[in-house]
């Protein structure tokens, strides 16, 4: 009878977390692709599902190794998603729905830690409703950090309950996810050697509750269970880095990462972490107090930081690290504390891995990277609503439940407002310029999006960026852009060859440069151009437009293969030239900057 009510206690959580989850979320299902997500879901074999499961020799980004990101299994949810449509309302609804039974595994990994439903469900709450969180449930490419995240917990779940074999390929199912996914690993490990080095295998929770086996008296002892497990978790480690190796090269256990995306990488040791340590504490900030969230960070919103003590919150960042460094020696030593343990395991593993502290990562900073580190922190702030509500005193749970019932509120209501935010691309850019204002990024996609209605701000925001950072493509491609619009065709063509220059095999170069040679009557150099367009990424209207490029340099036959090429076999060369001659009027005022 006992287990039916813990049971019926469950489910009656999980239908919570639902009617909550969609409450909240809501307003995300009418939303476009935007941000990354084009880029991701522009893979070819996303639309040959044949080809699904090659993506287990394929980076991240198609081609793109130097980005030293391997994710099949996010990659593979997304060719699922495609059997049942291209529309974004599936996509977005499987995230939703990962993110709502994530929460609820929040709910059942503290409550089989703690056995304290309360305390466990608060901070499954303030997880499910958290505004930081938005980023990587509402924008599609966020999936990465949801997957790692639902097998991370999974693999915590079932190591708890000494399903280890179960456990260890949970874990490799989040590698395979996202690369976070190795906090977990030295999650586990911590708790294995807390539970050796106290001869007792207990945790140090909130309030005290302990899960407590008794190992011969309370001595020290080896555990051979921490031996079969281990085994397990190394022989996964060496799968996956196997595979990655495999795939990434020597792009493996590094990043080629563009500057403005990430100016740490480029920086010295003491300025990449003095740096570090700052944005240790904006994340922080935004965790509980969501305020001014932004989907761009990059250079130069957050300046480099070069001198520790010209930066007070580099300062804190230093007081805290020290603190958590502190906790780490204090676990070794059996001497740990309570709260704080949660602090170190749950926040601070996985901050580690994505804080550039360490080694210099894709992004300075992102808020969708908090996913999992901000279970950590809301811990703390449940714990403390908690211990009011459990206070004797009248006022303190009246005060401890107004606090809870308010953060929830709040919370939602913020989340609900920033779900808008990403709802389609001009929405997203416009906030991201308001909020990250001198984002060399935000800059210039703000830059194209007023392309087409207020030429001189984009002008003005062009000549901005170009004055901050030259080199960056894609506002060479706006300044491009800029000078077609005033019919300066060779200063186009100029700023598309320093772009092409900077990254020859960039999609949206090639294809602007193209009809700028072709507008100048460069058809030679616009066929070469197009040649390389083509075999990387294809599309109808590029391939006709080589064809005719190549009809207007009189390479006629290669001009008819080229059609016969791509619309196939039963298309004659008559029927290719009667598709040039139908479609010339139309490729030759086409003008990519326009539709951009």
Known sequence: MCLNLRMANKWLVLVLFFIIGTSVFYNVFTGDFVHDDLLVLSHSFLSQPAKILNFFGQPYFENLYQAGLYRPLTQISFGLNFLFGSSPFGFHLVNILLHIVNSFFVFLLLKKITKEFRFSL???????????????????????????????????????????LFSAVTLFLALLSKETAVAVFGMVVLFGWHQIKRGVARLGVPHGAQIAIELHGGEERQDPEFLKWLI????????????????????????QVEFIFNPLAYASFFERFFTALKV????????????????????????????????PLALVGLVFLGLMIWVSYRILLRKQGIVLDWVLIFFFLPFLVISNLIFPTGTIMAERLMYFSSFGALVVLASAIDSAIKQPSKLSKRLGLAVLLVLLVVYSFLTIDRNRVWANRESLLTDSFKKSPNSIAAKTNFGILMLERDKELAKQLSLEVYEKYPDYIQNLNLRAAVEVQDEN????????????????????????????????????EAEETLKVLVSEYGGTGNVIFYALVQAKNNHLDQ??????????????DESALKILRKEYKEVEEFFIFHKQ
């Open 232 to 255: 397990y978790y190394f022989g996964v480690l060496v799968l996956y880095f196997g595979m990655r190796i495999a795939v990434l090269g020597r792009y493996a256990f590094k990043t």
């Open 489 to 524: 065709f060779f200063e186009a063509e100029k700023f598309l060859e320093r772009a092409l220059e900077l990254r020859p095999k960039h999609q949206n170069t090639l294809q602007n440069l193209s009809r700028v040679y072709f507008t100048l009557g460069k058809y030679p």
């Open 559 to 572: 001009s008819s293969q080229t059609i016969y090429d791509f619309f196939g076999p039963d298309i004659k």
């Open 122 to 164: 608060i901070a499954a709450l303030l997880f499910l409703v958290l505004p930081i969180h938005v980023e990587a449930v509402t924008s599609i490419v966020g999936r990465a950090e949801l997957f790692s995240f639902f097998f991370g917990i999974l693999t915590l779940l079932l190591w708890f309950n000494s399903k280890y």
């Open 280 to 311: 240790l504490v904006l994340y922080l900030v935004k965790i509980f107090i969501p305020y001014d969230l932004s989907a761009d960070y990059s250079y130069d919103q957050i300046p480099v930081v070069k001198n520790l003590f010209s930066s």
